[in-house]
């Protein structure tokens, strides 16, 4: 068989490898599609919710809004978060059942030996175990989705591509009529393959990545789809502001700042 037949043939299984991976990933679409239809009966916890809708340190965001409604935290004006041992009165802060997320919080901020604002959470390892404990919990709830990250297929898609450009690279290399011979040649046609293979490999791999089609997170797209959590709207302006500027890093305010002072501004 000669070296062109060989090339079409090498093409020929990959295509074929495709389009049973494109019907796989129709087949799980609308399964995912249908399972997704029935998760308006479900009863989503709002933590769960918002940490799925966008990111876990919202729940963050959420605990805290929920503290300061309770009255056991409060919050200053640079958004750094404290306990609050007395109530807007001067009576002691009774100690009530919290969720879990907002008792994690709250454990953490009792932990801090000095006002702490949310962003700085964000390298606490202890409290984000604490967080995410729930929240793998929750995700457990949900069998189907818990691993809807996870894409088998896009993997299988890419592998395709490399094994693809690592048979054309050894076909060029080792397929021929004349063949090494010796140790020197045979270290040199290997070099010179694995250089091939990695020119080939990498364009080819970025290709299957850009252009194979991601599984729809469609248990997302439906958390995005639910209410907000109802402590962070129940907050006064002053204290929704205090907790937004709770949520951000200063730093990297001013470095965007900066960066659009640099650039020319609206000029």
């Given at each position: 068989?000669?070296?062109?037949?060989?090339?079409?043939?090498?093409?020929?299984?990959?295509a074929g490898l495709y389009v049973v991976?494109?019907?796989?990933?129709?087949?799980?679409d609308r399964a995912d599609r249908a399972s997704a239809d029935r998760l308006d009966v479900v009863e989503i916890d709002p933590y769960h919710a918002v940490a799925t809708a966008g990111f876990p340190s919202d729940a963050d965001r959420a605990a805290a809004a929920e503290l300061l409604l309770a009255g056991m935290i409060r919050?200053?004006?640079?958004?750094?978060?404290?306990?609050?041992?007395?109530?807007?009165?001067g009576r002691p802060v009774a100690e009530k059942p919290l969720h879990d997320?907002?008792?994690?919080?709250?454990?953490?901020?009792?932990?801090?030996?000095?006002?702490?604002?949310?962003?700085?959470?964000?390298w606490d390892t202890e409290h984000?175990?604490?967080?995410?404990?729930?929240?793998?919990?929750?995700?457990?709830?949900?069998p189907r989705w818990s691993d809807r990250t996870k894409d088998t297929l896009l993997g299988a898609a890419v592998l395709a591509s490399v094994l693809l450009a690592?048979?054309?690279?050894?076909?060029m290399v080792f397929i021929r009529d004349a063949t090494a011979s010796g140790a020197a040649d045979l270290i040199l046609a290997a070099f010179l393959c694995l250089l091939l293979w990695l020119m080939l490999a990498v364009p080819m791999?970025?290709?299957?990545?850009?252009?194979?089609?991601?599984?729809?997170?469609?248990?997302?797209?439906?958390?995005?789809?639910?209410?907000p959590h109802p402590a962070e709207p129940a907050l006064d302006p002053v204290r929704a502001e205090g907790l937004r500027r709770s949520t951000r890093d200063p730093r990297w305010q001013r470095e965007a700042e900066e960066a659009w002072v640099d650039s020319g501004g609206a000029f």
């Amino acid at each position: 068989m000669s070296q062109l037949q060989l090339s079409g043939v090498a093409l020929a299984v990959a295509a074929g490898l495709y389009v049973v991976l494109a019907v796989l990933w129709q087949v799980r679409d609308r399964a995912d599609r249908a399972s997704a239809d029935r998760l308006d009966v479900v009863e989503i916890d709002p933590y769960h919710a918002v940490a799925t809708a966008g990111f876990p340190s919202d729940a963050d965001r959420a605990a805290a809004a929920e503290l300061l409604l309770a009255g056991m935290i409060r919050v200053g004006e640079e958004g750094e978060l404290e306990l609050s041992l007395t109530d807007s009165g001067g009576r002691p802060v009774a100690e009530k059942p919290l969720h879990d997320v907002p008792a994690a919080l709250l454990t953490t901020l009792r932990r801090h030996a000095e006002p702490v604002a949310l962003y700085r959470l964000h390298w606490d390892t202890e409290h984000k175990k604490r967080r995410d404990a729930f929240l793998h919990a929750a995700d457990a709830k949900f069998p189907r989705w818990s691993d809807r990250t996870k894409d088998t297929l896009l993997g299988a898609a890419v592998l395709a591509s490399v094994l693809l450009a690592l048979w054309y690279a050894v076909q060029m290399v080792f397929i021929r009529d004349a063949t090494a011979s010796g140790a020197a040649d045979l270290i040199l046609a290997a070099f010179l393959c694995l250089l091939l293979w990695l020119m080939l490999a990498v364009p080819m791999g970025w290709a299957a990545l850009r252009w194979w089609p991601a599984r729809h997170d469609h248990f997302r797209a439906h958390c995005k789809r639910l209410p907000p959590h109802p402590a962070e709207p129940a907050l006064d302006p002053v204290r929704a502001e205090g907790l937004r500027r709770s949520t951000r890093d200063p730093r990297w305010q001013r470095e965007a700042e900066e960066a659009w002072v640099d650039s020319g501004g609206a000029f």
